[in-house]
Every structure is written in C-alpha cells, then in structure tokens.
Antibody, heavy 120, light 108 residues
C-alpha cells in the first residue's frame, strides 16, 4: 500500500529557507511512471500546486514559485524533498506531497496527511 | 487557466442530488478532475479526466462536461458527503496544474 508522510520544522523565520521531506512507503520513488508533487494550502483557502519531480529526477515548477523552489529525490531514503528559499508570511500553509496517476499525470491519487508550516 | 466553481456553498438534505459546477477560462479538453476534502484531511481524488471514477469511489459520484464547462453530480446525498469539493485541471501540463476555489457542501 502506497503511503506518503510529510515532515518539517513547523516554524520558519522570514527570509530563511523552508525544508520539507516526504517519506514514501509501498513503492519506490525511482521506479514506475509517476510524478511526485508538492501542493500547499493556506488555512481556510484553496490548493496551490508547487511543483513535481519524475522518477528520473526531472522537475517542473509553478511559474509563480519557480525562482524560490527546488524539489529533489533521495533514492537511498525513498523520499522526496522540497526547499523554498526566502520565505515570507505568504508561505504559511499546510504542505502536502502527492503522487499522480500513472495513466493521468497531474491527477493526484495518493496524498500525505500534510505538514503545517508557519513563517513567523 | 483559471477555474471558477459555483456555487460557493451548497446546502441540501440527505437523499437529494448535488450538482457542482466548474468553469475554465479556456478549454481544458477533458483534463478535469474533482477532489473531496473533509475537515482536517487531505484531498481525495474522486473523478479524473472528466468522468473516470478513481479507485474505490462509489457510483453516486459522477462527472461530465468538456471544454470549459464541467459538472460533478453526487446522487443520494449522505451525511458523510459534507466536505469542500475542488475541481482541478491538468491541461496545460506541463508546466502547471490549477485548482478551483472550492464548493462547500452542507447537509441539512
């Protein structure tokens, strides 16, 4: 069974770098034809796609965040990671990792439970 | 691509049918998905590519539409259907995915 589990520092100071990890179990992040995504949700608001990484390590980012975001794979730990530079209060949100459907890239069938990040 | 959902809130009784709408600012072909998000939970994929139910989703949930206008229909509403429902497009993929602002479903 595929499971995703996000973790992070919880609280980050403005202008610093936010680092999150998503541990994946039940499947290898290095195999198959899936993209692994980061999505965030400010409290009481909608969902914003941050970016994705393929099993090969190729990435795509939301243009509005591209200059500050990096997603990478750690194959040895079977996890994906997210870094957001120069954070502000606007980066405060619940951050999810999600896997997309092999047959429909960009539709997300497995999600973690999310990790809350507050910038203050 | 901007997705606009309506209504913002829908209040119905158990057993009724819910009709949720999603309009795209330009055609997304059939690359439209629907998610259900209950309080304190991650979103759950209900429908992908307009009308394909995701694994384990009951037949009460159905999707239709094409181009710019899409509908999620939930038949025979149950109290457990209380949630916010989001539409999402993957047409201009890459480089990005966008979500609608959500419709809150309330069961009277």
């Amino acid at each position: 069974q595929v499971q995703l589990q996000e973790s992070g520092p919880g609280l980050v100071k403005p202008s610093q770098t936010l680092s999150l990890t998503c541990i994946v179990s039940g499947v290898s992040v290095s195999s198959g034809s899936h993209y692994w995504n980061w999505i965030r949700q400010p409290a009481g608001k909608g969902l914003e796609w941050i970016g994705r990484i393929y099993t090969t390590g190729s990435t795509n980012y939301n243009p509005s965040l591209k200059s500050r975001v990096t997603i990478f794979l750690d194959r040895s730990k079977n996890q994906i990671s997210l870094k957001v530079n120069s954070v502000t209060a606007a980066d405060t949100a619940l951050y999810f990792c999600a896997r997309d459907l092999e047959s429909a890239a960009g539709a997300f069938d497995y999600w973690g439970q999310g990790t809350q990040v507050t910038v203050s | 691509i901007v997705l606009t959902q309506s209504p913002a809130t829908l209040s119905l009784s158990p057993g009724e049918r819910a009709t949720l709408s999603c309009r795209a600012s330009q055609s997304v072909s059939n690359f439209l998905a629907w998610y259900q998000q209950k309080p304190g939970q991650a979103p759950r994929l209900l429908i992908y590519d307009t009308s394909n139910r995701a694994t384990g989703i009951p037949a009460r949930f159905s999707g239709s539409g094409s181009g710019t206008d899409f509908t999620l229909t939930i038949s025979n509403l149950e109290p457990e259907d209380v949630a916010v429902y989001y539409c999402q497009q993957r047409y201009n993929w890459p480089p990005r995915v966008t979500f609608g602002q959500g419709t809150r479903l309330v069961i009277k």
